[in-house]
Nanobody
Framework: QVQLVESGGGLVQAGGSLRLSCAAS????????MGWFRQAPGKEREFVGGIRWSSGSTYYADSVKGRFTISRENAKNTMYLQMNSLKPEDTAVYYC??????????????????WGQGTQVIVSS
């Protein structure tokens, strides 16, 4: 019912920056919360941060707090992840996701029924 497409991934040196985009279509505004997750090879998918669509309030994992910023552009139905001061341990496939049932930002991937295909981020040292 909701389609999500990520873009903006690529290769960057440690200390550099990238901005990821997540374009939503379909029943976009039935999703109360949207989030960013990442998954490195051999690791479980982990929560990066999320945003309440109506208010714009955000919440971040401790590992990225102070370095990453989530924002939205309502007119374009697009969510962004600005990543600064990137570290090699940030290397992962980054996914955007949507939750239409909860008003609070949650960290479990199981709470998000809608997912994009992912975009690769590689941070070299």
């Amino acid at each position: 019912q909701v389609q999500l497409v990520e873009s903006g991934g690529g290769l960057v040196q440690a200390g550099g920056s990238l901005r990821l985009s997540c374009a939503a279509s379909g029943r976009t505004f039935t999703s109360y919360v949207m989030g960013w997750f990442r998954q490195a090879p051999g690791k479980e998918r982990e929560f990066v941060g999320g945003i309440r669509w109506s208010s714009g309030s955000t919440y971040y994992a401790d590992s990225v707090k102070g370095r990453f910023t989530i924002s939205r552009e309502n007119a374009k139905n697009t969510m962004y992840l600005q990543m600064n001061s990137l570290k090699p341990e940030d290397t992962a496939v980054y996914y955007c996701a949507a939750d239409s049932r909860r008003f609070v930002i949650t960290s479990s991937p199981r709470n998000y029924p809608y997912w994009g295909q992912g975009t690769q981020v590689i941070v070299s040292s």
